[in-house]
């Protein structure tokens, strides 16, 4: 397969809030391995195989981006490491790596099959990955994933660390589920030189349950933290939307990404592109941008990049979540395994 040749530097893109659009997160697959309970149905429709954009595309897409300013690649999905042949995107993209034109690749994951990638990801170039697992119970890791099986994960985590990516672990707080599991997790992480990051459940896409019965506020996890744990607050950032402390007696950080009780919309740096070619600048409102026509019309750029700045014009200042119990709907309805985590 061919790469696209190499870019030609245009100008940044900002944002009408002065918001420098920096990162960039690619869903390259909608489908996944696991059926996690609070991300997807346990039968879900994906989308039909003609509708994605090939790898080359991604590509394209991806390099378009960096020459318009973007530092940061997050490769996601679904689970992106089921894609095949998903390691030629990889290299592919590691060329701005090498070119100096891109700080970061990097990829979210569950984790299945990191045993198999792990050494030839940190070949690309990727330095970290976030590894998502919210229990260490192998029971209750079959409930929440439905299809995973913790010790493949586990597997894979030793794989990623032996290879020297450095590895964060995502865990969503889920109530009555791992609430009672956070401290096991922070020794866990923190044991294995891992940073741990704590989600908040966000309402988006049709599940087969009830989201009120799942969400945990953050802030009540901290409380909760507060009585065994010294946090201390720490400026570390990642680019990201999560704010860290570090745990005094363990000496590792752990982040929290509270999107629906802390707005964190006024940093926002980034874009979400799935792998249909859809722009959604915004995780929680439904404004999207198709790229997947002006990347298809011509083989140079010019309409793709109008099509960018256009989209980058209408980006929101924020996005406005409440799962409470007088609506049953998602804020958004689509998952969010296509629009990437
Ligand atoms: N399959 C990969 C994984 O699980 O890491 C990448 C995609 S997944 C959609 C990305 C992240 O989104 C995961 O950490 C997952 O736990 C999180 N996630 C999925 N649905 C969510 C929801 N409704 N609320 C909060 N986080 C969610
Ligand atoms: Fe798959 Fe990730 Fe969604 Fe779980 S959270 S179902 S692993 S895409």
Same mark, same amino acid.
């Given at each position: 397969m061919d790469t696209a040749p190499d870019i030609v530097r245009g100008p940044d893109l900002i944002d009408p809030f002065g918001r420098a659009i920096t990162y960039l997160r690619v869903s390259v697959t909608d489908r996944c391995d696991f059926r996690c309970v609070y991300c997807m149905s346990e039968h879900m429709t994906f989308l039909p195989k003609?509708?994605? #954009?090939?790898? !080359?595309?991604?590509?394209?897409?991806?390099?378009?981006?960096?020459?318009?300013?973007?530092?940061?690649?997050?490769?996601? %999905?679904?689970?992106?490491?089921?894609?095949? $042949?998903?390691?030629?995107?990889?290299?592919? =993209?590691?060329?701005?790596?090498?070119?100096?034109?891109?700080? !970061? #690749?990097?990829?979210?994951? $569950?984790?299945?099959?990191?045993?198999?990638?792990?050494?030839?990801? &940190?070949?690309?170039?990727?330095?970290?990955? $976030? =590894?998502?697992?919210?229990?260490?119970?192998?029971? &209750?890791?079959?409930a929440i994933t439905r299809w995973g099986d913790l010790g493949n994960v586990l597997q894979g985590l030793d794989a990623a660390q032996a290879a020297g990516l450095k590895v964060k672990i995502n865990a969503v707080a889920l109530k009555g589920v791992n609430e009672h599991e956070i401290d096991d997790l922070i020794q866990f992480a923190h044991g294995r030189g891992a940073d741990l990051t704590l989600i908040e459940t966000m309402p988006l896409g049709e599940i087969d349950g009830d989201r009120t019965d799942q969400y945990l506020p953050l802030s009540i996890v901290r409380a909760r933290l507060l009585e065994r744990w010294t946090l201390e607050d720490i400026p570390y950032r990642t680019g990201g939307p999560a704010r860290y402390v570090r745990v005094k007696e363990t000496g590792g950080r752990l982040g929290f990404i509270t999107p629906m009780t802390h707005n964190f919309c006024e940093s926002c740096n980034r874009v979400r592109l799935?792998?249909? %070619?859809?722009?959604?600048?915004?995780?929680?409102?439904?404004?999207?941008?198709?790229?997947?026509?002006?990347?298809?019309?011509?083989?140079?750029?010019?309409?793709? $990049? !109008?099509?960018?700045? @256009?989209?980058?014009?209408? &980006?929101?200042? %924020?996005?406005?979540?409440?799962?409470?119990?007088?609506?049953? &709907?998602? @804020?958004?309805?689509?998952h969010m395994s296509v629009t990437g985590g």
């Amino acid at each position: 397969m061919d790469t696209a040749p190499d870019i030609v530097r245009g100008p940044d893109l900002i944002d009408p809030f002065g918001r420098a659009i920096t990162y960039l997160r690619v869903s390259v697959t909608d489908r996944c391995d696991f059926r996690c309970v609070y991300c997807m149905s346990e039968h879900m429709t994906f989308l039909p195989k003609q509708d994605l #954009l090939t790898l !080359e595309e991604l590509d394209r897409l991806c390099s378009a981006f960096v020459a318009r300013g973007v530092r940061k690649l997050r490769i996601t %999905g679904g689970e992106p490491l089921v894609r095949k $042949n998903i390691l030629w995107l990889f290299r592919a =993209l590691s060329r701005h790596l090498e070119a100096g034109t891109l700080d !970061e #690749l990097t990829l979210t994951t $569950n984790g299945s099959q990191l045993a198999k990638y792990a050494a030839e990801l &940190k070949a690309c170039g990727v330095e970290r990955i $976030n =590894l998502s697992m919210d229990t260490l119970d192998p029971v &209750k890791f079959k409930a929440i994933t439905r299809w995973g099986d913790l010790g493949n994960v586990l597997q894979g985590l030793d794989a990623a660390q032996a290879a020297g990516l450095k590895v964060k672990i995502n865990a969503v707080a889920l109530k009555g589920v791992n609430e009672h599991e956070i401290d096991d997790l922070i020794q866990f992480a923190h044991g294995r030189g891992a940073d741990l990051t704590l989600i908040e459940t966000m309402p988006l896409g049709e599940i087969d349950g009830d989201r009120t019965d799942q969400y945990l506020p953050l802030s009540i996890v901290r409380a909760r933290l507060l009585e065994r744990w010294t946090l201390e607050d720490i400026p570390y950032r990642t680019g990201g939307p999560a704010r860290y402390v570090r745990v005094k007696e363990t000496g590792g950080r752990l982040g929290f990404i509270t999107p629906m009780t802390h707005n964190f919309c006024e940093s926002c740096n980034r874009v979400r592109l799935t792998c249909t %070619g859809t722009l959604y600048m915004c995780l929680g409102q439904d404004d999207a941008a198709d790229l997947r026509a002006p990347l298809r019309a011509s083989a140079d750029d010019a309409l793709l $990049n !109008e099509a960018i700045e @256009a989209a980058i014009a209408r &980006k929101p200042k %924020g996005h406005d979540f409440i799962i409470d119990r007088t609506t049953s &709907k998602p @804020a958004v309805s689509r998952h969010m395994s296509v629009t990437g985590g």
